[in-house]
């Protein structure tokens, strides 16, 4: 029987809303993009690593989004 590996999809979300998504795009690689940006800002190996790079692209004095996986 053949294993099939799902992508995972976390939504970041602040105060006022969504601020960009952590994509796996292969195992153990996630894209980072920021909401409204049309390519991600970067590709990062673990979710912890890719969540950390996602929180040092918002402004400065931003509390840490709420990760919502879909």
């Known amino acids: 029987m053949a ?7 976390y939504v970041a979300y602040g105060p006022a809303g969504a601020v960009g998504t952590v994509r796996e795009i292969e195992d153990g690689i996630f894209a980072v993009t920021m909401a409204g940006a049309d390519a991600p800002v970067g590709q990062y190996e673990g979710i912890g690593v890719a ?8 402004r400065p004095g931003s509390d840490r989004p709420e990760f919502r996986e879909h």
């Open 3 to 9: 294993m099939t590996h799902q992508r995972r999809l």
């Open 51 to 58: 969540k950390n790079a996602l929180v040092s692209h918002l």
